[in-house]
């Protein structure tokens, strides 16, 4: 989609002017620093409005309502965390297991006003990082992992009413009928309104095969 920029954004999108000044704050510090630190591709840099500003956007139409914390994993440069953040959703804990982006989520919340809370960790199946994060609603993740593993990243902070939103692309379908082997889930699937051929998976309900749910965690 060439020439997709902050007008076609604002198109997308419908957020106010205030929101859109922010969200431009954030895209130039974004091009700043991915000249020092490995954020995102040159590719994908030349087409950061839609790239990473509209399709992290678009999940905000996706996440229902809900009581407690959005917690973003992988957050990176911020999509989705921080664009959800900047565009005012609540409660947001962005997790990122290196320094350096870290570094810039915390110059891109102090320069965008985003409310935010930042995690330098890694979440892993045999590790308890997550014993200090508050019960996650939502768990958010993208261009993290095929779905399979991405379940068994996000399984330690997850509690039975926890709402996982995955954006994929056109390999979802394979990514799900791998992930069903070993995992037993509800799944709703919302076409992209960005990316032709992507999906966003809405996946509740996660438990292994061989699991019983015990005091409230899954």
């Given amino acids: 989609m060439p020439g997709y920029g902050i007008e076609e954004f604002v198109r997308d999108s419908d957020v106010s002017r205030e929101t859109c000044e922010r969200l431009e704050l954030f895209a130039d510090l974004l091009n700043r620093w991915n000249r020092r630190v490995n ?12 790239r ?3 399709d992290s956007a678009q999940l905000r139409e996706v996440i229902p309502p809900y009581e407690g914390a959005l917690i973003d994993v992988g957050s990176g440069a911020g999509s989705p965390g921080m664009v959800l953040a ?3 959703l609540s409660d947001i804990h962005l997790i990122e297991a290196n320094a350096k982006k870290c570094a810039f989520l915390r110059e891109a919340a102090r320069i965008t006003g985003a409310s935010v809370t930042i995690h330098n960790i890694r979440i892993a199946r ?9 019960e996650a609603a939502i768990v ?7 779905l399979a593993n991405l379940l068994d990243i996000v399984f ?3 509690y039975d009413r926890t709402c996982c939103i995955f954006p994929k692309g056109a390999q979802a379908d394979h990514e799900l009928r791998e992930a069903r082997r070993r995992w037993k889930f509800d799944v709703e699937q919302v076409s ?3 990316e032709p051929g992507a999906v966003i998976l809405k996946i509740s309900h996660v438990r292994r095969h061989e699991e019983r749910r015990d005091r409230g965690l899954i």
């Fill in 126 to 134: 045999d590790a308890t990082p997550h014993a200090a994060l508050p």
């Fill in 156 to 158: 330690p902070i997850m």
């Fill in 39 to 50: 954020l995102v591709s040159k590719e994908s840099l030349n087409d950061l409005w839609r």
């Fill in 192 to 194: 992209s309104k960005i």
């Fill in 140 to 146: 958010t993740a993208r261009a993290v992992s095929p």
């Fill in 86 to 88: 900047i565009m005012g």
């Fill in 52 to 54: 990473h500003m509209a």
